[in-house]
C-alpha cells in the first residue's frame, strides 16, 4: 500500500469507555495521530467539594467499573496520611488480598476477551470459541475467582462496600478466606494454563526506548504503596509526583497528556511494574516466564500481554500465601485525627500507578482534589507508538492497518472512562 | 429457535453494569447458547447496528449528542432496560443538576468553553419510554440473569418493589439502625442488592435507589431524632441515586441552602 492512507475509528472496540483513532499515513510516514476521547466528562473533582472525607472512596471508586478497588485504595490510603493512620498489618495484608484480586479480574478480562482476539485474528472471543474455548473458559474462570475473591472480602465485586477510611467496616473471617482456597488446584491450573498459552502468541519482539514508571518498594511486587521509580532513574516519594510530571495540551485532542519533566512520554501498568520488578515476581512465574525463553525485560507494548498474565499467575499464587498468612484484627479499623491539611498516595491499580490527592478542612469536608488515573499518563506513550508503529502500518491492506492500529491502543487496556472522569480535559 | 438479539449501550457512566453481563460465571455460556451479542462494544469488534430484541443501556444522558444516540436506540429495540443508578436515577455525576454546570466546567477544564455538556445528567427515562429498569450501583448479576431469562421464556420479569430491609431480615442481620444506631437508608432503598451493606457492619448508602412508596421524610425525621444535622442527611440522600424523584422531593425540602 503506498501514497496516502486515513484510518478513522470512531468507537474504538473491546477498550473500557468511548474513544476514538484518527490516523493520517503518507509514504510510509505517519502523519497525524490523533486519539480522541469521547467519553463524557462527569466532573468528579468538581463533585468531590464539600463531600466529606469518608466519602472519597465510595464516590470516586465509581469512576472505574474494572478497577473500582483502585480508586478506593488510593482514596483511602491517601485520607489516613492526612487523619495520620496506620493500619494494621493483618488490615494491610486484607486489603492486598481483595486489590491482588481485582488484577486478577481486570487482567483475566483483558488478556482473554480483549487483547488475546488480536494476536489470533478474531474479532471477540465469542469466535475464539470454536477452536480455542478452553483458553476462554480458563481465562473467565480465573477472572470471575477474582471476583469472588474481592466479594468475600468487599461484599460485591464492583464497588465493593466494605472498605473504610482506616480499615474495614467489619472483621472479615479467616473461615470466609479459606473457602476461596476450596478449588485452588484447578483455579492455579486455569491461570497458568493462560500464561503458558500466551508465552506461545504470536506477539512481535521488536524493541523501542520507552521510560517505565511503576512503584517499588523492594521487599514485595508493587501494589499498595512504594517509591516512585523508572528504567530511566526516576525514584521519588509518591507526594513528590506531581512536580516531575508535566501536563500537555494538544489542539488535536480532547485529553490533557503527562510527560517526565525533560524527557518525554512513560508507560504505567503491567508491563512498567513488569521490568522494573522483575525479581519480586514468584518463582513459578519467573520458571515459566524463562522457560518460554522471554526475557526479564520485555520490549514493547504488544508484549504487556505477557505481563497481564504473569500478574495473573503472580496474584493467585500471592493470594494463596497471604489467606495462610491471615490472622483476624482485634478491631476492624483504626480512627485517626481530622485536620486540615493535603496529602497524596499512589497504588498500582490494574492498569498502572493511580493518584490521588486531597486537601481537606478541618471539620472534614473536601475542599480540593486531583486524580490522576493510569490511561491518562499512558496516553502520550499510546500516540507515541502510533507514531513509530504507524509507518509499517502503511506497508499493509488497509483493514489490517485498521486492526493494527487499534490492537496498539489496546495493547495499553485503556480505561477511558477512568481518564476522562478524572483528569482536566483540553481540546 | 432463534437466538434473542441482545444490544449493549453505554451512556455517561462507569462499564460496571454492562460488566455484569460477563460476570455471572458459567452461566454465561448456557446464556449464549440463547442469545446473540449484536452490538457489544465493549467485548467484541464486529458490531451490527439494527433491530434489537433487548437492549440493555447503561449510563445517564449528559451531552447533546448522546440525547440523539438515546432516541435512535430506542427506535432499534423493541424491549429497552435501563441498567444501574446511572440510567434509572442520573447516577453520581448527577450530584451537578444541583449546581451551575459551567461552574464545575470551570473548576475542571482550563478551556470550559470547550465542553459539550448538558445543565443535567438524567436518568433514560427523561428522555424515551424505558420498558424496564433494572436499579443498583452496580446491578446485581444475579438479578440480570434471572431478568433475562424471564424474559427469554416470554414472562413479564418480575423485579423487587420492597426495601433493603426485607432482605437484611431474611438474612438475619441485627438492625443496624435500631441496634447500633447507625444511619441506614435501608428502609426506603429498593431491595436487590442482598441488603450487603448492613451485612457487612455498615448502613446502606441506597445505590439501588428508592423502593415503591418510599417515605423518605420519615426516615430522614428518624435521622434528626438520633442527632444528625441537616448537611449530614443531606449527604446520605445525595449520593448515588439522590436525583431520583422522591430523593430529590425529599432533598429539596430539608432546608439547606444549595
Redesign the interface.
Known sequence: MSGSIEVRID????????GTLYLKLSDGNVERVEVGIS?????F???L?G??YY?AP??TS?????C?LAYVMSACRAMEKLLGIRVPDEVRLLRKIAYLGEWISSHA?HVT??HA?DFLGF?????MMEKYSHIV?AG?RVK?WG?KVIEVIG?????P??F?VGG???IIKKEKLEKLLSNLEAIKKDAKLLLEWVLKLPIPGFKRDLEFISLRNGKEYPILEGRVVSNKGLDIDESEFERYIQVE?TPYS?SLRYRVKGRGSYIVGPIARFNNNYDLLKDEVKDIIESHGMGRRLINSFQSIVARAAEVYHAVLEIVSLIHEYSEPRQ?YVEGELREGEASAITEAPRGMLYHRYRINADGTISDANIIPPTSQNLAAIEDDLKVIGAELSKLSFEEAKRGA?QIIRNYDPCI?CSV?AI???? | MKKVSIATF???????????V??V?EK??EL?DNVE?KFF???????IIGEFDVTLVEGSI??PE?VKVIKKVRELSKVLVAIGACSTAG???A??NWVK?D???R?????PE????LDK?SPISDYVKVDYELRG??ISGSQLLYFLSQLLRGKGPILPIDSVCMECKRKGNLCVLVAKGIPCLGPVTMAG?GA??P????GC?G?FGPMRDPRPNALAMRFKEMGLSIKDIE?LFK??TGWSKPFKELLNTLGVEK
Open positions: 468507537y474504538l472496540t473491546r477498550v473500557e469507555g468511548e467519553e463524557p466528562t462527569r466532573f473533582e468538581a463533585l467539594r463531600r466529606k466519602e465510595d464516590i465509581r469512576i472505574c467499573g474494572i473500582p478480562l476477551l480483549l482476539p474479532n471477540s472471543a465469542f469466535d473458559k473467565l470471575w471476583d461484599g460485591r465485586a464492583i464497588h462496600i466494605s473504610r474495614f467496616y467489619r495540551q480532547n476492624p487499534e472512562s472522569h482536566k480535559i483540553v481540546k | 453505554k451512556f455517561t457512566s462507569c462499564n460496571g453494569c454492562q460488566l455484569q460477563v460476570n460465571d454465561l455460556f449464549l451479542f462494544p465493549l467485548i467484541k469488534s464486529d458490531n449528559t451531552t448522546e447516577g453520581i455525576q450530584l451537578r454546570v461552574e464545575f466546567k473548576y475542571v477544564y482550563p478551556n470547550w465542553i459539550k455538556a445528567a450501583c452496580p442488592c450487603i451493606c451485612t457487612y457492619g455498615r448508602y445505590c449527604l449520593q448515588f
